[in-house]
Every structure is written in C-alpha cells, then in structure tokens.
C-alpha cells in the first residue's frame, strides 16, 4: 500500500504565508511527478502546481510568483511554500502523486487526505 500525508494547513491572514508538505510511503519503487490540487467549498478540484521527478515544475497562472513547489526525492516529499496568501486561495488542499509500486506496471495516481488552508482576516 502507498500513502501520501499531508501537513502544515492552518488559518492565515491575507498576505501571510504557509508551508505544506506530503510525504509518500509504503511499498514504492519509485515517484514521478507529484503535484498539489485545491478544492474550495462549491468548487471541482482544481490543479495547482506539480513537479516531476526532475524538477521540472508547472503553475497554474494565479499562484505564479507567490506559491513555491520543490521536492525531496531521497524522502519522497513535496513542498507548497505559499505566499502573499489571498482570501481566494482558500480551499482544502490535496497532494497528488504518480507512483510505481513496482519496475514491471504502470504508475498509479495517490491522492493524500487533504489539509484545509483558511486564508481570513
């Protein structure tokens, strides 16, 4: 089995910061692109930001230049440093990870549990 857990949520004030993590674990072979999606009250999920396995890395045009992706591949961890917080950003956040659990299939998709970030005064 393959979990993602996610931490560092909260309440924030507008122009605040937070920093998520997600850690994978269990039986891996190896993580390709891991990545962080949003969902806010009334809203479909929606993609946020992801990073491969190279670092390559790709925002969704209203966090450019205030939310941070990096990652740790010797721990299997990805990294959200959200800044300049907006009342907007308001949603539960969801990691997501492609997955291999093994060399011979193909990667599975992991979602973690999700961690609500509030952005209010």
């Known amino acids: 089995q393959v979990q993602l857990v996610e931490s560092g949520g909260g309440l924030v004030q507008p122009g605040g910061s937070l920093r998520l993590s997600c850690s994978a674990s269990?039986?891996?072979?190896?993580?390709?692109?891991m990545g962080w999606y949003r969902q806010a009250p009334g809203k479909e999920r929606e993609f946020v930001v992801g990073i491969t396995s190279g670092g390559v890395t790709n925002y969704v045009d209203s966090v450019k230049g205030r939310f941070t992706i990096s990652r740790d591949n010797a721990k299997n961890t990805v990294y959200l440093q959200m800044n300049s917080l907006k009342p907007e950003d308001t949603a539960v956040y969801y990691c997501n990870a492609r997955i291999n659990t093994t060399p011979y299939e193909l990667a599975n998709n992991y979602w973690g549990q999700g961690t609500q970030v509030t952005v209010s005064s």
């Open positions: 269990g039986s891996i072979f190896s993580v390709g692109t």
